[in-house]
């Protein structure tokens, strides 16, 4: 008998009802998730239902460094307000919820990396917000997995301006030299692990870094996935 749940029964952290399969969610508002069933096969931006399941524009343009991405969920309402709840205003518990997502959809099947790497703060970012929340999502995922969340393989060397603020040629630009491999990695597979991608510039930085420093292969994983700008 789960006593702890008995005494402090989950709730639906979008709705405010009672909780269901175990997360701070209740079924209706699971079943109402703007879930990312049809994606693009290599970098999990969702693509419109009637597409064609290939690569999205933005891969077929440019295949990414990774190998493969997967992510749950599209970065629309109200996964969106979760993540910025989550993000900016420091609801852990919004965190932890989406961390269960992605590790309930991850638990599914797959080739099972040898360690998670969350994309890392530099120090700066990290003192103002007060966590990583790439970091806060891995906790799960380890738990629920049983992979070792690495954060001493890569840190980020260089305070940069937020992505968000920036279009896609400033993205590039602001992350150049941003990111350092500092462990070994050589021979390894590496989950890159954040709350959210929307031009996957971040994430293409750093599996450059991972791929140059020899990783044999390279995951992304996200809680949510905007769709290609492209």
């Not at 069933?37 to 969702?46: D, L, M």
């Not at 970065?75 to 518990?93: H, I, N, S, T």
Request: net charge positive; with cysteine; glycine share 8%.
């Amino acid at each position: 008998m789960d006593l702890f749940g008995l005494l402090y029964p989950a709730h639906c952290a979008l709705c405010g009802g009672r909780g269901s399969r175990g997360l701070d969610l209740c079924q209706a508002c699971f079943d109402e998730l703007p879930w990312n069933r049809h994606a693009c096969p290599r970098c999990a931006a969702p693509l419109p239902p009637d597409a064609d399941v290939g690569l999205c524009g933005a891969c077929l343009k440019q295949v990414p460094s990774w190998d493969e991405a997967k992510s749950p969920l599209a970065y629309a309402y109200p996964v969106d307000k979760l993540v910025q709840r989550f993000k900016f205003e420091g609801d852990l518990a919004a965190g932890r919820l989406l961390g269960e997502l992605l590790a309930e959809f991850l638990a599914a099947g797959g080739e099972k990396p040898d360690c998670i790497v969350p994309v890392p703060l530099h120090p700066k970012r990290l003192k103002e917000r007060g966590f990583n929340q790439a970091v806060e999502l891995a906790r799960p995922l380890s738990k629920r997995l049983r992979i070792e969340v690495r954060l001493d393989l890569c840190v980020r060397v260089r305070a940069t301006e937020v992505q968000s603020k920036l279009d896609s040629a400033e993205r590039h630009k602001n992350l150049k030299g941003a990111f350092s491999v500092t462990g070994e990695v050589r021979g390894r597979h590496v989950a890159l692990l954040d709350d959210v991608i929307t031009t996957g510039v971040t994430v293409e930085t750093l599996a450059r870094e991972f791929r140059d420093a020899g990783a044999a292969r390279v995951s992304v994983w996200s809680a949510s996935r905007a769709a290609s700008p492209a």
